[in-house]
């Protein structure tokens, strides 16, 4: 079946470091690819997203490019900020290819901690 | 134009209580997805609702759970006779129309003693 594979955290850098959270997937067909963002106590943002290959998302600094050859959706910043520490969540949406109904099947999160 | 909205945003129940968490979506919004976050996990697909009809359930368990999105008012996700391992955050999300990206509430916070 359909599934996210996401790096294991906790992730912990140095402001102004370099940020890369590696995502890949499993799914048939076509699916879509997202990144959200959940800060403590709170829901999931929508950081950015790709539909089709070669797309590249990009939103506030990060950015990620689906990878068709590859099965991947890394998400990387050139420069990360205290104020980006937060739990990322990679999912796809199954495309309604296997159930119709576009749910989405998410990776199991990597916490983000930037120290100043 | 308002978010999701979830209510309550915490909620504390003994074991064997009923928890009733509620959902309204985006406006124009009339697909409404509910999900399960268990501690330091990800998210887990539970059940799809258009307005009045259960679209897929597959992700909600057979018993005790139920949900529903009437005509009129919110999507109401329904656990009867909690237990502990019922404690997690549940997430609703909505989207215009199926197959569209799916924007997220703030999540209820069930607690179960």
């Known amino acids: 079946g359909n599934s996210v594979t996401q790096m294991e955290g906790p992730v912990t850098l140095s402001e102004e470091a370099f940020l890369t959270i590696n995502c890949t997937y499993t799914?048939?067909?076509?699916?879509?690819l997202f990144w959200y963002v959940q800060y403590p106590g709170e829901g999931l943002q929508l950081l950015l997203k790709?539909?089709?290959?070669?797309d590249k998302g990009s939103n506030k600094g990060f950015e990620a490019t689906y990878r068709k050859e590859t099965t991947s959706f890394h998400l990387e910043k050139g420069s990360v900020q205290v104020s980006d520490s937060a739990v990322y969540f990679c999912?796809?949406?199954?495309?309604?290819?296997?159930?119709?109904?576009?749910?989405?099947?998410f990776g199991t999160g990597t916490r983000l901690k930037v120290l100043a | 134009n308002a978010g999701v909205m979830q209510n309550p945003r915490h909620l504390v129940r003994r074991r064997g209580q009923e928890a009733r968490l509620r959902c309204s979506p985006m406006?124009?919004?009339?697909?409404v997805y509910w999900y399960r976050q268990l501690p330091e996990e990800g998210l887990k697909f539970m059940v799809y609702?258009?307005?009045?009809?259960?679209?897929?359930e597959s992700g909600m368990p057979k018993e005790r759970f139920s949900a529903e999105f009437p005509k009129e008012g919110p999507s109401i996700l329904r656990i009867q006779q909690v237990v502990r391992g019922d404690s997690a955050a549940y997430f609703c999300?909505?989207?215009?129309?199926?197959?569209?990206?799916?924007?997220f509430g703030p999540g209820t916070r069930l607690l179960v003693l």
């Open positions: 799914a048939t067909g076509y699916p879509s």
């Open positions: 999300a909505s989207s215009r129309n199926r197959g569209e990206t799916q924007y």
């Open positions: 790709a539909t089709k290959a070669d």
């Open positions: 406006k124009g919004h009339s697909h």
């Open positions: 999912a796809l949406s199954d495309g309604g290819y296997t159930s119709g109904t576009y749910k989405y099947i």
């Open positions: 609702l258009q307005k009045e009809n259960i679209i897929d």
